[in-house]
């Protein structure tokens, strides 16, 4: 869609910045309205109800707003869903009271619109009162259809006013924005028409919603949403909001709104509340979400007067119109490649791969999940789900089918609805049934996957599954099976699932990302001499259709590649076929950790018989390989087996420093012993137990280990420090201070940050761990709480190590001096320098340090927190001192140096160029409409083509007659198919990011 033939609304908002109005109730408590005012005393305090009793109170409002310069007031209709209104005894009212409100804004509006300016109505729709993800016996009792119900009424008369936009705000609760969305379409599909929808949710001081829900998993899941604009409103004041719309802004491929409270309410004491954010502040740092992170919608939410509305319009219309981005439908369509949870997102990319599917929680494939189901135990089921969760599972696969129950649909609904109360992992529904299917997505908060869809009976399965996965936002697994059978060969699997493609993207409109391909393997234990190339068959598919389809994504049951086989046999031909797959582009796995090894652990004698037999390169392939295992006897690695010990000939700290790389648990407290640990704990633990993780992280950086043998070996060291800890006396002689300590947002790994945690509560300070996926607000305000006197911040992944520059910046921005520790394995101390500066070579004042470890963490506390206050003073100097030397002059890059050179001219590099302004913040997606094949055939670089990808060789008269004879006419040949038949559709995809 051209943005000509965009809604009015998104019209304007792709060519300049709209500022709502400010606070209604707010504005309403200004007239100081009397019950009577209100229709009578049972009505006192309905507020919306003034639009029928007191209009030219709610039409004066809008008009004090759109005097000061807004484009948009909100209707006075925050309460009129059918049940609130319930709770006033005027529900019989739904109707008129809605138009009646859209009506006055309407007459408000047309009183200030100008031709180059036209002013706009936006349908306020607030929560019903009820939180349907909660376990509350009461808040939740209410129905998915029930709300979507609610919504669907409300909306109907907000569209017969006129409303041009619905406003779905202050939402508490993930679930009920989704069932908004669901009777919003209901409404769309019975008008023929839809009206455009900006959904925003209201976040605490944490950064997460009411029940929890973080900003990651909220975008997750509204972005899966048919939703025009996404945002934040109500609860605080900006700053609060800083961190959460810097990461909407970075990840969000829709237009940003930001409609905050003017600050925190203060209570007087007197049942009033007082908002002390005054309008110049509050404009500044709305002035700087619109230029720095390129929010599109700001305005004002509880405590703001047209004032505070006054200093917006005046702060934003200041901004440069450059800097304000367009967007187009295309990019409205899309949204990122995550699942989420009620209370986080998981990416379905994970680096390095696989991603990886909990597959216990399924009465299909275990004992245990079936007889807990028989019983009614799910609390025994969550058990299981947090056991998965502790072993590495991303995903929890989730199928509750009996043969011996009926009632699958309400069991599935129970078990998602407890399990996204009690596990912060995503949920993949497992069910045959579209039934079933629709239960689960109605309780479960986020962004499911749905397992699964088929052609076995042509299009039977995807006709029913794929509406309710547009509905709720899911994404799908296809498997590659149709009317014929289960496709074997790659060509097969291809075919499959390009049919299947055709219909979910090409006809359903889903996205690529919104499929997951498993392509199928099978036993190679049966010794069929049709099966034996299953496996390269099923590794070739994965491969073909990452190629063919891009943008979709592959999962594997890889275990079934085994069936059949012994423990020891089937470990290894499992480790070493996911390895081939992975390396082939498989993005998930439904595997179980205990039955593969980590690759490079395999004996390469091992590795060379699964090899043969997953390539079938010997006809005897698989008997060699069966024999060989019978061969071990004893020596087997399986349950039950005895193996050579490998530690025999190693020393004491060798020996513990293998077991947890190894992750082996069982005897680490006596390899401790022998290593002196009771002696000398602090040298076991930093020359020791330090090193050995280390190492496990640089093979998990490197892909030789995927997570959940990281997990293992974090077991195996929490374990080994457990131990250590009763050696470790408490130092005498350190000023005692307190240290909130986190891994940043979007981290999982802790390991690290509980050594720090071990060495300092061990040296006299508090410790305040806040654990791992910790937000920045939640850090700040966690070091608020407790007078903190320095924060540390821990990182494993690169990806995640950006979070520690910008608590830093936050903590600037807030004018707060606290001391910054950071440290992980993915950075050094060149980054941390980096950090140290704010802005250009501003450094933050109160200090940020890299600390190679926990003991370096301990040393640079004890002189932050010193009685010389001369030598705290120096300190900083010198690491400052060193920043900047390392940082700002010419220096040898890339090197993790203990300080900066001292020599060196600086750079003469100018730095008073203005920075260009980017034309929007994010990706943009170029479609073939924007890319003429003529200006593309064009810029063909032939020789490349002729020579690598056609074959051609030699050079000299041989080569040119080539060219000539079989090139260039083939070229021209396919120039003029591709044009006239429109088989090649180029794309591309390029954006712009906000650097540091």
């Not at 209100?38 to 305090?45: A, C, D, I, M, Q």
């Not at 980590?598 to 997953?614: F, G, H, K, N, V």
């Not at 600037?812 to 606290?818: A, N, Q, T, V």
Request: hydrophobic share 40%.
């Amino acid at each position: 869609m051209a943005d000509t033939e965009l809604h009015p609304y998104l019209q304007a908002l792709s060519e300049r910045v709209l500022i709502f109005d400010g606070a209604m109730g707010t504005s309403i408590q200004l007239h100081h309205p009397t019950a009577d005012d209100f229709g009578g005393k049972s009505l006192e305090g309905c507020n919306d109800h003034l639009v029928l009793t007191r209009p030219d109170i709610i039409q004066g409002i809008h008009e004090s707003f759109l005097a000061v310069g807004c484009d948009v007031v909100e209707t006075c209709t925050f309460q009129s869903t059918p049940h609130r209104l319930r709770e006033w005894g005027i529900e019989e009212k739904t109707q008129r009271l809605n138009v009646a409100a859209v009506r006055l804004a309407r007459a408000a509006c047309d009183k200030y619109a100008t031709a180059d300016r036209p002013r706009f109505v936006a349908g306020s729709i607030g929560p019903t009162g009820m939180l349907p993800s909660s376990s509350d016996p009461v808040l939740s009792n209410v129905t998915f259809a029930e709300l979507a119900e609610n919504y669907y009424a409300q909306a109907k008369y907000l569209v017969e006013g006129g409303v041009d936009v619905l406003l779905v705000e202050t939402a508490q609760d993930i679930l009920e924005v989704k069932a908004a969305l669901a009777g919003f379409q209901r409404l769309f599909a019975e008008l023929g028409r839809r009206v455009p929808v900006q959904a925003q949710v209201t976040l605490d001081t944490s950064g997460r919603m009411l029940l929890g829900t973080d900003i990651a998993s909220s975008l997750t899941t509204l972005e899966a949403l048919p939703i025009d604009v996404i945002g934040l409103n109500c609860s605080t004041g900006p700053e609060h909001m800083r961190e959460p719309i810097r990461y909407l802004t970075t990840n969000a491929s829709r237009p940003i709104s930001c409609i905050p409270n003017a600050g925190l309410p203060l209570n007087t004491g007197t049942g009033d509340a007082v908002y002390p954010l005054e309008p110049a502040p509050m404009a500044d740092m709305l002035g700087e979400f619109v230029e720095k992170f390129g929010v599109r919608i700001v305005g004002g939410c509880c405590g703001t007067r047209p004032e505070h509305l006054a200093a917006i319009v005046s702060r934003v219309r200041g901004a440069e119109e450059k800097q304000i981005p367009r967007f187009a439908q295309d990019d409205r369509l899309h949204h990122a490649a995550r699942v989420s949870s009620a209370m986080r997102a998981t990416d379905l990319r994970q680096d390095p791969p696989p991603l990886l599917i909990g597959e216990r929680v399924n009465s299909q494939g275990s004992r245990k999940v079936k007889r807990l189901l028989l019983g009614d135990d799910y609390e025994g089921i969550v058990d299981v789900a947090r056991e998965q969760v502790d072993s590495g599972a991303h995903v929890l696969d989730v199928c509750v089918a009996l043969t011996e129950r009926a009632d699958e649909a309400e069991q599935m609904a129970k078990v998602v609805k407890l399990l996204s109360m009690s596990v912060e992992t995503p949920i993949m529904v497992d069910s045959t049934e579209a039934n079933v299917i629709e239960a689960a997505l109605e309780h479960i908060p986020g962004r499911a996957i749905i397992n699964s869809i088929n052609m076995e009976n042509g299009r039977k399965r995807i006709d029913s599954v794929v509406p309710l996965a547009k509905k709720h936002g899911a994404a799908l697994v296809a498997l590659t099976i149709d009317e014929i059978g289960m496709a074997k060969t790659r060509e097969r699997k291809l075919e499959v699932a390009q049919a299947i493609y055709d219909i979910v993207v090409g006809e359903y409109g889903m996205q690529p990302e919104d499929l997951i391909y498993d392509d199928l393997t099978f036993t190679l234990a049966t010794g069929d001499v049709e099966m034996a190339d299953s496996a390269v068959e099923t590794i070739e598919g994965i491969r073909l259709i990452k190629r063919e389809l891009p943008g979709v994504f592959t999962s594997l049951g890889v275990s079934n590649v085994s069936f059949g086989l012994s423990p020891d046999a089937r470990a290894v031909l499992n480790s070493v076929f996911l390895h081939h797959c992975v390396e082939a582009g498989l993005d998930m796995a439904i595997v179980n950790p205990a039955h593969v090894k980590p690759y490079a652990e395999i004996d390469p004698s091992e590795r060379t018989l699964a090899d043969q037999l997953i390539f079938n390169r010997t006809p005897d392939a698989l008997q060699k390989f069966i024999e060989h295992f019978e061969g071990q006897g004893a020596k087997g690695s399986g349950p039950g087996k005895t193996t050579e010990d490998p530690t025999a000939d190693m020393t004491v700290d060798q020996r513990v420093h293998y077991m947890v790389v190894h992750r082996k648990k069982d005897g680490i407290e006596a390899a401790l012993d022998a290593a002196g640990v009771r002696e000398q704990p602090v040298r076991v633990l930093n020359e020791v137990l330090l090193p050995a993780m280390k190492e496990v992280g640089d093979k998990f950086g490197a892909g030789e280990l995927i997570l959940p043998f990281v997990l293992q070996s974090a077991e195996v060291m929490k374990r080994a420090v457990r131990h250590l800890e009763q050696f470790l006396e408490k130092a005498e002689g350190y000023t005692k201070g307190k240290v909130v300590l986190a891994t940043v947002y979007g981290d999982v790994h802790d390991i690290g940050k509980s050594l720090v945690n071990t060495i300092l509560s061990n040296n006299g300070y508090t410790v305040f761990d806040l654990g791992k996926q910790v937000p920045v607000n939640t850090i700040i305000e966690k070091a608020l709480e407790v007078d903190a006197d320095a924060i540390g911040l821990s990182a494993l992944l690169v990806s995640t190590s950006k979070q520690m520059p910008l608590c830093v910046q936050e903590l600037d921005k807030r004018g707060l001096e606290i001391p910054v520790l950071i440290g992980g394995a993915a950075i050094n101390r060149r980054f941390g320098r980096r950090a140290l500066f704010v802005e250009g070579e501003r450094a933050y004042e109160p200090g940020e340090f890299y600390c190679k470890d926990a003991f370096e963490g301990l040393e640079t506390m004890d002189v932050l927190q010193a009685d010389d206050s001369s030598r705290r003073a120096a300190f900083v100097a010198k690491v400052l001192d060193d920043a900047r030397n390392d940082v700002f002059l010419r220096t040898t890059v890339g090197k993790d140096v203990a300080v900066g050179d001292q020599g060196g001219a600086k750079s003469s590099v100018s730095q008073d160029h203005p920075v260009p302004a980017a034309p929007f913040f994010g990706v943009r997606t170029l479609r073939e409409r924007d890319v003429p094949l003529d200006e593309l055939f064009a810029l063909l670089d032939l020789d490349e083509l002729y020579r690598l990808q056609w074959g051609g060789s030699g050079s000299g008269p041989l080569y040119e007659a080539t060219v000539k004879t079989e090139f260039e006419p083939t070229l021209a040949r396919l120039t003029n198919e591709a044009k006239r038949e429109g088989w090649l559709k180029p794309q591309a995809v390029y954006g712009f990011f906000p650097a540091q």
